[in-house]
């Protein structure tokens, strides 16, 4: 019997033998648990990191000290005139530097689509200039130049058409003016590479048709471009506008405390006995929530379908010298007051005084060695490097394995993992941040993470949430861009998924991820809510913790700030330089809620 079983087997192998049937399943198993166990991995790492957080938070505003449910926290933010001047200035904020960007960016994106002018690649490249510098560290330089005792107040003074004795306060009593400038010529880029990728999806045939029926110019615009745009009108707006609508740093460098950002920023020294800044901080929450859900509504949903290929051919068409060179010039305008900020800061950086001059009294570099020698400068650049490469390095592991289930499998609910690591875009900076100190505190579960006693993991892991929906996108964008046929050669000869990733996949994405990367790590570098409120002993400030202490400083504080910040504008722009190189008009995905 036992030889038959033997000899038989090979005859019966194609009928019922199960051994033949069992082994070749396996492998198939065996890469879904891969998929599985990302989703349930980063579905914690979000629930305890991002969710929690907010829940904390949440839980502060709504809870009474007994620990019943009540809404009088939330409610006094209505009813105290100070707080609901707050609430109503961060909303003019919003609303203000949402319109001013899309001022800047739309003619910038439209220009640049459809025409070709001289030193277009140029002006191109220039528009990201903004970005390598955070907002609030511009506000040195507008400040010099705009205050009463700036540089523009002393040059109209010698040309005698204002009075000494009465300068212009350039900036506005309430201040909400020069916040409102400096996020529009910060943010601008951002909604600019999101129109510009839109309109190079356009079929010009559609306003081609247009045109044939007698549907021209703005109308043609009105009525026809603007409606096949608008999802990346929206893509970047809204996180324009949520950006602008919780920003700190620009309103504390302007001393605009009538701020909702800055109430909740001061009212944290009291985090343990006052509900007011959970409260602050729940209703700037929902204020986001509701404004995102109702402009995703009634904005981001709409869509036009177009063929796959452009039906005529489109492209930048040449202009006449003069309308060539008058579009020029506008670039140039754009771009010289989106460099005026990092041009004061390079001033003051550079000036031994500058006070009621149209230029500094004298140039010196001792700022620059200060800055790099400094008893706060070094180890905020030496915490600064730490705390963003161990960041990196989480959202590198998390960003590859989420891109990966995402674009690679048919994971029932990929889509949720990836909506999860695109959230962090939707969700205020300022929010998380509260959230965490509000989850460190003690008697809380992560409050062996406290930033009073060392706040390495709660920053770099707040920096790994902030920034992860880049390093996604970047490497989402690599596996699309290769071939899984690759992939299913190797393990058709035998290589492991595991071992394929790394072998195969990987090296061929290397310049997405590069690029993800060094964003990531760039932003981090120079990331200001979570700094700002999770960073509260001197010897644990990150950069731009220290630029802000050094600014409120008297004696050479600001200077010795300002070159702090050029320092980091320098670094900043080698990185995004080198991200936007390898991405090119791909790098306007990477913001896209």
């Known amino acids: 019997m036992k030889g038959d079983a033997e000899t038989g087997g090979h005859g019966d192998a194609g009928i019922n033998s199960s051994p033949r049937h069992t082994v070749p399943a396996s492998p198939r198993r065996f890469p879904l648990t891969g ?19 907010i829940w904390e938070t949440l839980g502060g505003a709504f809870r009474q000290p007994g620990g019943g449910f009540t809404l009088d926290y939330f409610l006094e933010v209505f009813r105290n005139p100070i707080y609901l001047e707050g609430l109503w200035n961060s909303v003019q904020m919003a609303v203000y ?34 970005m390598i510098l955070p907002p609030f560290v511009g506000a040195i330089g507008v400040k010099q130049i705009l205050g009463q005792e700036g540089a523009l107040n002393a040059l109209l003074e010698s040309l005698r058409l204002i009075d000494p004795a009465h300068p212009i306060d350039w900036l506005g009593q309430s201040r909400l003016f020069g916040v409102v400038v400096m996020n529009a010529l910060h943010l601008y880029p951002i909604l600019y590479l999101n129109l510009v990728a839109a309109l190079a999806n356009v079929d010009p045939a559609m306003e081609e048709a247009a045109e044939n029926l007698g549907c021209t ?20 707006g809204i996180i324009v506008f949520i950006w602008a609508f919780t920003e700190l740093g620009v309103p504390l460098m302007f001393d605009f405390s009538r701020v909702t950002s ?43 379908a177009m063929m796959a290929k452009a039906t005529s051919q489109g492209g930048p068409r040449a202009t006449s010298v003069p309308g060539g060179w008058l579009i020029a010039g506008f670039f140039a305008l754009i771009t010289f007051l989106a460099v005026l900020p990092h041009l004061g800061v390079v001033l003051v950086a550079f000036s031994r005084d500058w006070y009621g001059t ?37 959202d590198l592991v998390l960003g590859i394995a989420i891109a ?62 902030r920034r992860l929906p880049y ?15 690759l992939e299913e050669a190797a393990q058709n000869l035998g290589c492991p998924p595991f071992r394929t990733l790394r072998k195969i996949t990987l090296p061929l994405i290397a310049a997405n991820l590069m690029a993800g990367g060094l964003l990531a790590f760039s932003f981090a570098m120079l990331e ?28 050479d504080g600001r200077f010795i700030a300002s070159a702090l910040g050029v320092w980091a504008m320098c670094f900043l722009g080698i990185c995004i330089l080198g991200a936007s190189l390898i991405l090119g008009k791909k790098l306007g995905a990477l913001f896209r809620v």
């Open 35 to 53: 998929p599985h166990l990302v989703f349930a991995l980063t579905a914690l790492f979000f629930f305890f990191f991002f969710l929690l957080p």
């Open 97 to 130: 530097s949402t319109i001013l960007t899309s001022a800047i960016a739309l003619p910038l994106a439209l220009l640049t689509d459809r025409y070709l002018f001289p030193g277009k690649s140029l002006f191109s490249a220039l528009v990201l200039i903004p």
């Open 528 to 555: 200001v809510s979570d700094s700002l409120i999770l960073a509260q002993k001197q010897q644990d400030f990150p950069i731009t913790k220290a630029i802000y202490e050094l600014y409120n400083l008297l004696g």
């Open 358 to 394: 149209i230029l500094p009294d004298g140039w010196t570099l001792d700022h620059f060695r200060q800055a790099l020698g400094h008893d706060l400068t070094l180890p905020s650049i030496q915490n600064s490097l730490k705390y963003a490469s161990l960041a990196t390095l989480i």
């Open 217 to 236: 110019g703005l109308r043609k615009f009105r009525k026809i471009t603007l409606p096949l745009i608008m999802p990346g009108f929206f893509a970047g």
């Open 262 to 304: 800055v109430q909740i920023f001061s009212g944290i020294k009291d985090i343990g006995g006052n509900p007011f800044p959970f409260a602050l901080v729940a209703v700037m929450l929902i204020s986001t929530v509701l404004l995102y859900t109702l402009s995703k509504a009634t904005i981001g949903r709409a869509s036009h």
């Open 471 to 485: 390093v996604v996108r970047s490497a989402a964008a690599g596996f699309q861009q290769t071939s899984v046929t």
């Open 404 to 465: 990966y289930v995402v674009t690679r499998t048919k994971l029932p609910g990929r889509q949720i993992l990836d909506a999860m690591a695109m959230l962090p875009l939707a969700v205020p900076g300022l929010v998380l941040a509260f959230g965490y100190l509000a989850m460190t505190q003690e008697g809380k579960l992560f409050a062996f993470m406290n930033p009073t006693v060392d706040p390495l993991l709660i920053l770099v892991i707040a920096y790994s949430v």
